[in-house]
């Protein structure tokens, strides 16, 4: 735990925040961008989410935290990989592919619902890997019902894409979708499946007012507290 404790806290400093249970607080988040480029905002509701999923023991100690901020454009790097058991270090940026019914460039529309082919948010952990239509991939629960706890049985998955591509981005505007899955490029799939498998969590963000007000890994912890 100590361990834990240690990355998270590597990461609130990196944002400049306190280490503090309430550091996520929506009306006082701080969008400076850390050294990374992500939101000081965004990482710090994911730590948030996280510290409150493993005190409720929805999650065990992971070795990773994967953050996605689907706000961005598909066109700039939004996934950030994060090594917990090294002071929050960063092990990947990258570009990620969100649900083909979920927005072109721009994000707009998310859903858990079957055949949706739209984006989940949320708190998710991951699972065990396996070789189907998409290569390498990595089974992903969600932690969230009602937001993305229909992430098996959607067959939300993260997977490598050659239509996740800068080359891609620049011919048409915008990377290419997926049916919901978060897709990353071929070329780093592999390595970035293996380093957050079995455990990591993976924090998916948008700034949807429904998802924001009834997280339950974003407010109760706060509230028990």
């Known amino acids: 735990m100590r361990i834990l404790i240690n990355g ?11 280490f503090t249970a309430h550091a996520a607080s ?5 969008a400076v961008l850390p050294a990374g480029g992500i939101s000081s905002t965004v ?6 989410a996280l510290q409150c999923a493993t005190t409720r023991g929805a999650i065990a100690r ?9 706000s961005r454009p598909s066109v700039e790097p939004r996934l950030w990989v994060f090594d917990l058991n090294a002071g929050g270090k960063l092990l990947y940026k990258e570009l990620v592919a969100h649900g083909r019914n979920t927005g072109d460039n721009i994000a707009r529309q998310f859903s858990d619902a079957m055949n949706s082919r739209q984006s989940s948010l949320g708190l998710f952990v991951t699972a065990d890997t396996y070789v189907g239509s998409n290569g390498y991939s990595l089974r992903l629960n969600g932690l969230e ?4 706890g229909r992430a098996r049985a959607r067959a939300i998955v993260m997977h490598g894409a050659p239509y996740v591509d800068a080359s891609v981005a620049a011919a ?18 592999r390595p970035l499946i293996d380093a957050i498998r079995g455990g990591g969590v993976i924090f998916s ?3 949807d007012d429904d998802w924001l007000a009834r997280s339950r890994f974003l407010n109760e912890c706060g509230r028990a507290g």
């Open 8 to 18: 998270l806290a590597a990461l609130l400093c990196l944002a400049a925040l306190p």
């Open 26 to 30: 929506r009306t006082t988040a701080i």
């Open 43 to 48: 990482l710090r509701l994911a730590v948030t």
């Open 62 to 70: 992971p070795r990773t935290l994967t953050v996605i901020d689907y």
């Open 145 to 148: 019902p009602g937001f993305n």
């Open 172 to 189: 048409q505007g915008r990377i290419g979708r997926s049916w919901g899955c978060p897709a990353v490029r071929d070329e780093i799939a």
């Open 205 to 207: 963000y948008y700034p």
